[in-house]
């Protein structure tokens, strides 16, 4: 079974600039979550998408962050205009039916915003 | 609010020591709980969880007791090995079951 799908793997922008990711999930998930984890921290749930509807947003800062799931199966995270403190690894996970279930973790985005 | 604190790293141990890695937690109501691992080079993955009090979570010879009187959930191992080491994350699902909320992370290393 193929695992959780992350691109690019790294990616390296200037402040102010935008920057996108992409996530495409296990099949056959219903439930796709974006967090962000900063160095040394834990990672941080920003969203959730129970197939292409959003569960929960409420970490997500929706002045510059933006998050769909057309479809219900792959997703893009946008950032616009990025912050230096936004540099972080983005992390994209998938669970068959929400958060009581085993979280199946992708690879990672590392951001590092100059 | 919801939250999680484990114990901070990192921890480095000699094989086949003792293994025991604190995690408390604040909670409204009585949340599911888990630990994850994070190997060397590899993304996070479930090591193991418990949905209800006094239940044992195990995996790989990894245990932790949800122990409600004294919101903890420790992670303990009788004896590690060399391949144990990684990051390891306690972490909570709210009785919502909307949000997530992981620790900082304890970093274990086991030397031969």
């Known amino acids: 079974e193929a695992g959780v799908a992350q691109s690019p793997r790294y990616k390296i922008i200037e402040k102010r600039q935008s920057v996108a990711f992409w996530c495409n999930p296990i099949?056959?998930?219903?439930?796709l979550y974006w967090y962000q984890q900063i160095l040394g921290q834990g990672p941080k749930l920003l969203i959730q998408?129970?197939?292409?509807?959003?569960?929960?947003d409420s970490q997500l800062p929706k002045d510059r962050f933006s998050a769909e799931r057309l479809k219900g199966v792959d997703s893009t995270l946008k950032i616009q205009p990025a912050k230096l403190e936004d540099s972080a690894v983005y992390l994209c996970a998938s669970s068959l039916q929400g958060l009581q279930e085993t979280q199946y973790f992708g690879p990672g985005t590392r951001l590092l915003v100059l | 609010g919801n939250s999680v604190t484990q114990m901070e790293g990192p921890v480095t141990l000699s094989e086949e020591a003792f293994l025991t890695i604190n995690c408390t937690y604040t909670a409204t109501g009585y949340p599911s709980l888990f630990w994850y691992v994070q190997y060397p080079g590899e993304g996070l993955q479930l090591l193991l969880k418990?949905?209800?009090?006094?239940d044992k979570g195990s995996n790989k010879g990894f245990e932790a007791t949800y122990r409600k009187e004294t919101t903890s959930f420790h992670l303990e191992k009788g004896s590690v090995q060399v391949s144990d080491s990684a990051v390891y994350f306690c972490a909570l699902s709210s009785i919502t079951g909307n949000q997530f909320y992981f620790g900082t992370g304890t970093s274990l290393t086991v030397i031969p």
């Open positions: 998408f129970q197939n292409n509807g959003v569960v929960d």
């Open positions: 418990a949905t209800k009090a006094d």
């Open positions: 099949s056959g998930h219903a439930t």
